[in-house]
């Protein structure tokens, strides 16, 4: 190692957070750099206290699985602190018409465990189901090319399984255009089903006694048992990795404008409004439209003045994003006419409402409202209806409210009513974006001493987001070890 080292970290979300963390912990000596645009850190995830509310603004809770973030909370030494979700109703719903159907036992995202609970379910008429049976004798693909999660689905279940579970189970996480989304960068273990086993109906089957599978059969729509979070809610985690961190480590309103790196393998940063800085080595933790921008910024250059990395730019800037917003509602319980014991539901876009998903934030968490009060988040927008956006809040509270009027029989005046809009904020994993991540990384693979995490790459979820930025850190601490 250099003697003074000298690392930055562009972003103040999870990513860079996460990262910073990773970086003082390998080489506490570093002097360490946090740059953050904004004067607040924290990203697309927010927790707010009112009046006896805690109301999560983005994410609520975050996976075991993979077990990154759950690893960060055991190395902050915070992971006895966890919570589990409430064990009282964990499944989730789907609409159909003007009611709530839960999602059939055993069916997450799309591999079905439990037959029985298939044929069942009101929410496929009988040709769906006997064409979801079929699955079992649809030959496998057998190139490798990457295909629209849409496509892939209609082809081993048939459109109506599409439409009426994988659909708005899918864009309840992604908030996505089915019809564009990657198998191959999202549901990659269907992937090797399909390829291992001829079909995801086998390769249930061939997994009966696994206990993974076990614990899938008793899922519907999700694996609620693998999600965790603090009592206070994610923003706890927030003020764990910045309470890690040296003093002063944190910069605000610093907004990177470009970074060069120097003959001696060490990088000139430009902040706008500050003095240049020196460091030996930079993480980029922001969003692909700004890694882009950073990239081929006409300040950015190589040792020989050539454009810093041209390629990964384009290819960065080429990644689309959605936008949506979080309608948060508190009302009274006894204004809800028919409260499921769910938490939460999907909302196909077959059936043309004007709300993604919601989620009954109080049936999983306790200490989440005052008594006799429940607090619902609705979804609205995303890449099937960005045109909603250009409503005012006032107006996206009506619909909320209104869409819950016909589903559960929500009546009369919320006592909390909140939106929060995240503007380009979920990027779309479309198809091909394995070979667009690959083809980023061999051109920053020859920049030692630059690294990129994010959302935009591996995952979107608070898990992948973490060990993207962990992986990152790491082969930053190797590169400036290399000098």
């Not at 750099?33 to 609520?60: Q, Y």
């Not at 077990?67 to 915070?78: E, I, K, S, Y």
Request: hydrophobic share 45%.
């Amino acid at each position: 190692m250099r003697p003074s080292l000298r690392l930055a970290v562009i972003g103040g979300g999870l990513s860079g957070l996460a990262a910073a963390y990773y970086l003082h912990r390998a080489v506490p000596e570093a002097e360490l750099l946090v740059l953050e645009a904004e004067d607040h850190t924290g990203g697309v995830i927010a927790t707010e206290r009112r009046d006896g509310w805690l109301i999560e603004h983005g994410a609520d809770c975050f996976s075991t699985n993979p077990p990154d973030a759950l690893q960060l909370c055991r190395d902050l030494g915070v992971e006895g602190d966890l919570i589990e979700p409430e064990p009282r109703g964990r499944r989730a719903m789907i609409s159909r018409g003007k009611r709530l159907v839960p999602v059939p036992e055993g069916f997450v995202l799309m591999r079905p465990t439990r037959m029985g609970a298939v044929l069942r379910t009101p929410l496929l008429s009988w040709r769906g189901k006997c064409r979801l049976l079929g699955e079992r004798f649809v030959k496998p693909r057998r190139d490798d090319a990457d295909e629209s999660l849409a496509s892939f689905v209609r082809r081993r279940f048939g459109r109506e399984v599409l439409d009426r579970l994988v659909q708005p189970l899918v864009a309840g996480i992604y908030t996505a255009d089915a019809e564009q989304l990657s198998m191959q960068a999202t549901m990659p273990q269907f992937v090797k089903m399909e390829r291992e086993h001829g079909s995801l109906i086998a390769a249930t089957l061939a997994s009966r006694r696994d206990e993974a599978a076990s614990l899938e059969r008793a899922s519907s729509g999700a694996r609620y048992g693998q999600f965790r979070v603090f009592p206070e809610g994610m923003g706890r985690l927030f003020e764990e990795l910045m309470g890690s961190l040296p003093p002063e480590a944190i910069q605000f309103n610093a907004p990177l404008k470009s970074l060069a790196r120097e003959s001696d393998g060490r990088w000139r940063l430009r902040i706008e409004g500050r003095d240049e800085l020196m460091v030996d080595g930079v993480l980029l933790a922001v969003s692909a439209p700004v890694a882009a921008s950073l990239l081929d910024a006409s300040g950015s250059r190589s040792a020989d003045g050539a454009p810093l990395a041209r390629i990964a730019a384009d290819e960065l800037a080429a990644i689309p994003y959605a936008s949506s917003a979080v309608v948060v509602l508190g009302v009274e319980t006894s204004k809800i006419a028919r409260l499921p014991d769910a938490f939460g539901f999907v909302v196909p876009a077959v059936d043309r409402r004007r709300i993604l998903a919601g989620s009954f934030a109080s049936h999983k968490f306790p200490g989440r409202t005052p008594p006799g009060r429940t607090l619902i988040r609705v979804f609205i927008g995303g890449a099937l209806q960005p045109e909603l956006l250009e409503q005012d809040d006032a107006r996206l509270i009506e619909i909320a409210r209104e869409e819950l009027g016909e589903l559960v029989g929500l009546s009369g005046e919320p006592e909390l009513s909140i939106v929060r809009r995240w503007t380009r904020a979920m990027p779309q994993y479309h198809v091909g974006h394995r070979q667009r991540v690959e083809r980023i990384e061999a051109e920053l693979e020859k920049l030692p001493g630059l690294e990129i995490a994010g959302n935009a790459l591996h995952g979107v979820g608070i898990a992948p987001v973490v060990g993207t930025a962990r992986r990152a850190a790491e082969r930053l601490v190797a590169a400036v070890a290399r000098g």
